[in-house]
């Protein structure tokens, strides 16, 4: 057996780190320009709808579910440094068109549309992140990283809405520099600064990154994409086949975690809005904090997940990870036996224009600002008569919002987690780039899907059908994960090379 060294081991965790970064930075590109993309789409072009804003949103996952098994099949037989640095200039490429959108005189929404499905195109580098910190890590620390990696993702989510913040204070006009035709104001200077980001982390992989790669018992050895960097190294005995029903599992079990936590950021603010009468501002307000409260609660978890998962196992965390999950949904389903508040005097009179359903249900950053008549000092509030549970359905108490974010919040990242870690050990010492991109691709399907679902089903039939569909879908993954549990071992451990 061939000992790791200090110096190796330094090396391969500095390289671990750079993928820690890469995570983050992707997770800012994504979450640094949501709560300005409406208005600054307005701005660019006048005549845009709510339902166009809805493509741009969407256009993220679609390039990153596009890129994801690319990027991770480039990864299978090549250095990984290529597709990471690759990836990571489209990023920057893609931030840069964003700023310029405004200059164009025509088709402006088009321009902004294909900046943020290339942004998340480059974001399909997700795949390669995780795939080398499989490979770099052993069983042992596999779980640990793993929960770094998220951390690193949902720290990204929280703080890119909080560097948006802080670029208002340039203001809309902002500066502009004729000889670059380039405007900055509060819309355009997020990007540059993501692709100031961009160009940093391309630096610290050239700089710092180096391949490694180890075994499940972290003994370093060769493999394909080694590019001369690693010395005194074993060659990997990968004999045996990996387990495709725990890897097919693995990813219907990631698409509905993800499946299920889209459709709860999609309702939260029609939900609360249809139920607590909040204005607009108000839902977009309190919201906020809630999801920002909850973005802290998941780093937290994320960190003492790592210590659990040692004394219990990954299985048992992710049974117990999806029962809160089923257990938050549960909790939402209208119990009482009052009716929510409806906008009765507003459709009355019918002076107040209304909010098409598409509108309601967008994500709270996309919401338009209500345009209403002169006469009148405040937006309708309360449940739409047009949708016709309003009139039947009870509604849904605050206490009880409160206490599902909680457990949603909870339950969320230990799948997260778990997913991740167990997949990765359940496809052993061979190359995983494709496999990840395949889990990523899964997890963007259903962000994409995700919102749909929730728009056709809450807007046309309620809440009672919407969350007993959501728990009906938890507890179908629930039964998934009982008839595969004994498969989702280590592949070492399925062939006898380690001891569970």
Request: charged fraction near 15%.
């Amino acid at each position: 057996d061939v000992v790791e060294t200090q110096e190796h081991y330094k090396s391969r965790w500095r390289s671990i780190w750079i993928m820690y970064l890469t995570m983050f930075l992707s997770s800012v590109g994504f979450s640094i320009v949501i709560m300005s993309v409406w208005p600054y789409l307005q701005k660019i072009d006048p005549t845009v709808d709510a339902s166009f804003l809805g493509w741009i949103i969407a256009s993220y996952s679609i390039g990153q579910m596009v890129a994801s098994p690319l990027f991770g099949l480039w990864s299978n037989y090549r250095p990984r440094r290529e597709p990471l640095v690759i990836s990571t200039a489209i990023s920057v490429a893609a931030n840069c068109l964003y700023a310029y959108v405004h200059v164009p005189h025509s088709h402006n929404k088009y321009y902004m549309l294909t900046a943020r499905a290339l942004v998340g195109f480059g974001a399909g580098n997700v795949a390669v992140v995780r795939s080398y910190i499989a490979g770099a890590t052993s069983l042992t620390e596999r779980t640990s990283a793993m929960a770094n990696t998220s951390a690193c993702q949902a720290v990204g989510f929280i703080l890119g809405p909080v560097f948006q913040t802080c670029f208002t204070l340039i203001g809309e006009e902002g500066v502009t520099w004729k000889f670059l035709c380039l405007q900055l104001n509060m819309y355009t200077a997020p990007v540059l600064f993501g692709a100031l980001l961009g160009v940093i982390n391309i630096i610290l992989i050239f700089v710092i990154f180096r391949e490694h790669r180890v075994d499940d018992l972290g003994r370093q050895y060769k493999s394909i994409n080694s590019d001369g960097e690693g010395s005194d190294v074993l060659d990997q005995n990968t004999e045996g086949s990996i387990d495709h029903v725990a890897v097919v599992a693995l990813n219907i079990l990631f698409f509905v975690i993800l499946f299920v936590f889209a459709v709860f950021e999609t309702i939260a603010t029609p939900l609360t809005m249809d139920m607590y009468s909040w204005t607009r501002k108000e839902a977009v307000f309190y919201n906020g904090i809630i999801l920002s409260a909850i973005g802290i609660e998941s780093v937290i978890v994320f960190m003492v997940v790592k210590t659990l998962a040692k004394k219990t196992g990954e299985r048992a965390i992710l049974h117990a990870g999806l029962l809160i999950v089923l257990i938050g949904f549960f909790i939402l389903l209208p119990w009482g036996k009052k009716l929510p508040n409806i906008q009765w005097q507003e459709i009355k009179n019918n002076s107040i224009p209304r909010t098409a359903p598409s509108e309601m249900l967008a994500p709270f950053w996309s919401l338009p600002e209500l345009q209403l008549p002169s006469n009148h000092s405040a937006e309708p509030v309360g449940c739409p008569v047009m949708q016709s549970w309003c009139l039947n359905t009870p509604m849904i108490y605050l206490a009880q919002y409160i206490s599902s974010d909680v457990l949603i919040g909870l339950g969320y990242p230990v799948c997260n987690v778990m997913s991740y870690t167990l997949y990765s050990k359940v496809l052993g010492p061979k190359p995983q780039g494709v496999y990840m991109g395949w889990l990523t691709a899964s997890g963007s399907g259903a962000r994409i899907l995700g919102p749909v679902f929730v728009s056709q089903i809450y807007t046309h039939l309620g809440p009672r059908w919407a969350f007993s569909l959501i728990c009906g879908v938890v507890v179908v993954s629930l039964l998934l994960l009982e008839i595969v549990y004994k498969r989702l071992i280590a592949f070492s451990v399925r062939y006898g090379r380690m001891q569970e």
